[in-house]
Structures are given as structure tokens and as C-alpha cells.
């Protein structure tokens, strides 16, 4: 219906056109004729028609004058018709081309940066649909700009901090006002650390963001590649006062995946929820399969996330709380690697959560092997 609409407008609109004319000629006709026809029943003046004035017989000469008086009329109705479907051609053909000539403008200024722009929507045919997409565009870029920014402003935030920890630490070494010993070195060690992992999920993410990381696959059981993460995360979750309950069956069917790859989304979901989880809490680690894919659940005790907020834990550096500090030594890049790297298995990655305080919980699938 949506890709006839237009196509109907036209054609409704050409008909009308057809309609009006062809009114106004029959109406100026109607009208325009008679008084030509009199007019020239009266030119012949008080001696009327014969061969001595050069007329022929009176039937000859009323068919000439209905015929001339006639021939006025139409050219003079014509006339009128053809002006009055040109004022609606005019005034119709300026109704459609206006939206189009409004996209035209909005898509120089969205060229030119200005992504508040928008055009506004006029009915359903598909020059509305088409103004819908473009805002819609307008929206997402717009969206993608801020998003950007954002980004420049985290990884300058990042970066200051341990920069900023590591000069304060070597001023503070320079002027003698800390001893040099291993414990100053070992704090600019950790800030170093920081930087590096920052730097390497910078570059991991833009080599996935370009698509050029290769994926070695081949088959693995779920239970073993979640066990072997559980046992890296296992102290640091003791360390914390936190307990891991894993619920994973030896039977569950093989994923072809990348060992590597999935180990680290797993890494980075399990170790988002340690460093969001404060004491005492309880995480839980399962794995069911469902249809042609294995989905992995990772739920918390921690802060949970607001209903607002879940669209968007995957994005770059994005914090439930923006006022939080990476205490934890995060790069805020985790979750963003954890989505592109399931993703390019194949399968999908979201959160949920019953509300701030509540817990969380993060799924992800992937397909089984055939």
C-alpha cells in the first residue's frame, strides 16, 4: 500500500487536473456560446439574409453562425480550461516538490555537521516515508556524533588519570618527598599497567571495529571453556569476599569458536561482574542450550543497572554512574570487545537487570557446531 500511495497521489492529482478543465471548458462553452451566437444574429443588422447581402439561404447562414459563434466559444473556454488546470498543476506540483526541495536543504546542512536537523513529515505516501527515514538517519547520526565525542572525552579522561598519577609520583621522586623505594615504583607500575591495557583494548577494538581480526575455529565444549575462565577468576572473586557458583552440564553440545576469543568475552562479563558485585555478594555462571545455539548467563548480586541505562552497557566507556572511578583498573572497553567478538561467532550478547541494586544479568549465545 505504502508503494502505491505516491504513485495513486499522482495519478488522483492528474485526473482533477483532467476534471477541472475539462469543467471549465464545458462551463465557458455553455455559457460563451450563446452570446457569440447572438452576437452575430444581431451583426447582421435590420435587413437580414438573402442574396442581395451575400448570404445564402437562412439554414445556410444560421449553421455558419452557430459554427463561427461555436468556434469562439471553445477557443475562448480552451483557454480558460488551460489556464485553470495550469494554476492547480502549479499549485499541486509546488506540494510535492516543496518536501523534497525541505530534504534537499536538511541533507546540505547534515553535510555541513548541523545533525539537529529535521524535516517535518506530511502524510503517508512516500515522500512521508521517505522524510521518516531521513529524520530517523538524522537521529542516528546525530547520536553517532555525540557518541564520539563522548569518546574523545573518555579516552582523554583515561589517559589523564594514571598520566597524571605517574608525574605526580616522578615530581614527587624528583624533589625528594617520597623515598625511592619498591613501593613508589610498584604504584607507577600499576598506573603503567592501566595505560597499557587501555592502549591494547584501544587497539583491539579498532582492529575489530575494521573487521580484520581472524578467528581461529574450531570445536569446544562450553563447560570446559567456562571452567578454565572460572578458575583464572576464582582467587579474584575470594579476594573480594565473593562466592562463584557455576551450573554448566558436561553434556551440553559443542560451539566451533575461537578459544581465545570466547575466553576473553568471558573474562570480560564475569570480571565486569566481580568489580560491580561488593561483598558480601554471589555470582552465577550457567549454560543451557536453546534451539541451534548455547546461551551463557552470568547474573550478579551487584548494583544492577537502571532500565534506561541497559540499551547501552555496551558502548564505549559508558558508566551506570558517570561520578564511579575505575577502582578496579578497568578500561571501560571490556564490554564493548565482549559484543563484537560474539557477534562475530555469530550469536548476540544483551543485559538485563530488575533495577539498580537489584543485580544483573549478562547473556550471550553461540551457535552450536554442526
Sequence with gaps: MMRSALGLKLFATYLVVIIVGIAVLVGSASLIAPRQFQRRIHGLGPGGWGPGRGLGPPATTLEHLYRSGLSSALLISGLAALLAAGVLSLYVSRRIVRPVQALAA???RIAEGHYGERVPSHGRDEIGALADSFNAMAEAL???????RALVADVAHELRTPLSGIKGY???LTDGVLPADPEVFNRIATDVDRLQRLTADLEELSRLDAGIVVLTRRRM?????IRTVIERLQPQAEGKGLTIDVDVAASLPDVEVDADRIQQVLINVIGNAIQYTPAPGHIAVSARATGNV????VTDTGIGIAPEHLPHVFERFFRV???RTRAGGGSGLGLTIARYLVE????RIWASSPGPGRGSTFSFTL???R
Design 106 to 108: 536538511a541533507t546540505r
Design 142 to 148: 546525530e547520536q553517532t556524533e555525540t557518541r564520539r
Design 170 to 172: 616522578m615530581e614527587a
Design 221 to 225: 565444549a562450553p563447560a570446559a571453556l
Design 294 to 297: 548455547v546461551q551463557v548467563d
Design 321 to 323: 554512574e558517570r561520578s
Design 344 to 347: 562475530a561467532h555469530g550469536g
Design 367 to 369: 551457535p552450536i557446531a
